[in-house]
């Protein structure tokens, strides 16, 4: 079966730290791999896409994501962090072998305090 | 972009009502999804629809059913609402089948069942 592993539930970090939030999948079959943030009240807002090619991406807010497929992970990373990067952040893999189906992890609770 | 409206972002409702929720996009995907979202679960995949009139059982169908008349809309059902159904529901679509699009978020609704 399938399954998403978002080790850390929460994340507190100081405003200006590097953050790292983790995310470990299962699959034995080619996936692409995505990064989600939802802020308080609202719905969930693609930061990021891992689809083939290289395996550093690009997000909006200056966040970016590492595939490794050795290790089956795609870690999500901020050099410098914002009281506005306060959020939840879920990782979530799709499967070519399983019809339309979206796996996401627990998510992580970013905090960034002042 | 996108744009994927939840008709309510807050509703109470009582134990054993018949509760709708309404979901609309409106770039003409084919495929549309509901979730519930609790804490420390992530997201559960309730039911998707891969097009008009068609629809598949997600991993908790249990208590719900949907309906999918028109290709921007999809409704979840509450048939008998019980208070183990507070949660918020998330709504998603995407493009079409086995590609590569990632999914695009509603705000969400907050369903509370008295």
């Known amino acids: 079966a399938q399954s998403v592993t978002q080790l850390d539930s929460q994340v507190p970090v100081f405003e200006e730290a590097p953050v790292e939030l983790r995310c470990n999948y299962s699959s034995s079959v080619s996936v692409y791999l995505f990064w989600y943030v939802q802020y308080p009240n609202q719905g969930l807002q693609l930061l990021l896409k891992?689809?083939?090619?290289?395996?550093l991406v690009k997000g909006i807010n200056g966040f970016e994501a590492e595939f490794n497929k050795s290790q089956t992970s795609f870690h999500l990373r901020k050099p410098s962090v914002h009281i506005s990067d306060t959020a939840e952040y879920f990782c979530a893999v799709f499967r070519w072998d399983n019809f339309n189906k979206f796996y996401f992890g627990s998510g992580t609770k970013l905090n960034v305090k002042p | 972009d996108v744009k994927v409206t939840q008709s309510s972002r807050y509703l109470v409702k009582r134990t054993g009502e018949k509760v709708f929720l309404e979901c609309v996009q409106d770039m003409d995907h084919e495929n549309m999804f509901w979730y519930r979202q609790d804490p420390g679960l992530g997201l559960r995949l309730i039911y998707f629809?891969?097009?008009?009139?068609?629809?598949e059982k997600g991993d908790i169908p249990e208590g719900y059913s949907v309906s999918r008349e028109k290709k921007e809309r999809f409704s979840l059902i509450l048939e008998s609402a019980s208070t183990n159904q507070t949660s918020m529901y998330l709504c998603a679509s995407r493009l079409r089948d086995r590609s590569n699009q990632p999914q695009h978020f509603g705000d969400g609704t907050r369903l509370s069942i008295l």
């Open positions: 629809s891969y097009d008009v009139k068609m629809k």
């Open positions: 891992y689809l083939s090619g290289s395996t």
